[in-house]
């Protein structure tokens, strides 16, 4: 049974445009929660993190948003790029995000970002 | 060579044959990880390394063999594999095995076909 899920595999937006993706969890010993992004033919790199003490992080264009009681986390990109096309792996941890043996990673979704 | 590299980064075998992934880091870090992502499923967590000690084995078979002979090398020796086997294997490093999870870097990935 997967502890985080990311229900839309894929996500087609306009150039300019806000992109939103979205992750669901069901341990509620999570309490660290970050966001990867993957091009093709490259490993995962870390893009944004949020702690489960905070409802929201803002990183430029990019800001996450957790709601606690839900169980639910968004990526928003505002304003989306062409160069943002890429698959986005939502994760959690527990322990503050300080124990990197508990990282359990979503099956990511596919974003692409059209002229 | 910067960051972390990966090779060979495809493979394809027989389930009687035997090979090895390798990953080197360029990063002076003293962690490093093993993860599998299976089409359409979860990046997965297979095996830590801290300073050359495993210190982490998510119930991995034992057709699948790590080995890392220091901080900077870490291999995935592969024996009899079965075609459900098949999948992408990417390994990470991190600075310091209690950091921050972003803390890892990702290499590119092997992806492995068995046939």
């Known amino acids: 049974d997967q502890q985080v899920k990311q229900n839309s595999p894929s996500l087609s937006v306009q150039e300019g445009r806000i992109s939103i993706l979205n992750c669901d969890y069901t341990n509620s010993m999570f309490d660290y929660f970050l966001w990867y992004k993957k091009y093709p033919a490259e490993g995962p790199t870390f893009l944004i993190s949020i702690s489960s003490i905070k409802d929201k992080n803002e990183d430029g264009r990019f800001t996450v948003f957790l709601n606690k009681s839900a169980k639910h986390l968004s990526l928003h990109i505002v304003p989306s790029q062409p160069g943002d096309s890429a698959v986005y792996f939502c994760a959690a941890s527990e322990s503050d995000g300080y124990n990197t043996d508990k990282l359990i990673f979503g099956t990511g979704t596919r974003l692409q970002v059209f002229p | 060579e910067t960051g972390v590299t990966q090779t060979p980064r495809h493979l394809v075998m027989g389930m009687t044959n035997k090979k090895s992934l390798k990953c080197e880091q360029h990063l002076g870090h003293n962690a490093m990880y093993w993860y599998k992502q299976s089409a359409k499923k979860p990046l997965e967590l297979m095996f830590v390394y801290n300073f050359k000690e495993q210190t982490e084995n998510n119930s991995v078979p034992s057709r699948f063999s790590p080995e890392c002979p220091n901080s900077s090398h870490l291999f995935l020796h592969l024996h009899t594999l079965q075609p459900e086997d098949s999948a992408l294997y990417l390994c990470?490093?991190?600075?310091?095995?209690?950091?921050?999870?972003?803390?890892?870097?990702f290499g590119p990935g092997t992806r492995l076909l068995v046939l």
């Open positions: 990470a490093s991190s600075q310091e095995p209690s950091g921050r999870v972003e803390t890892q870097y």
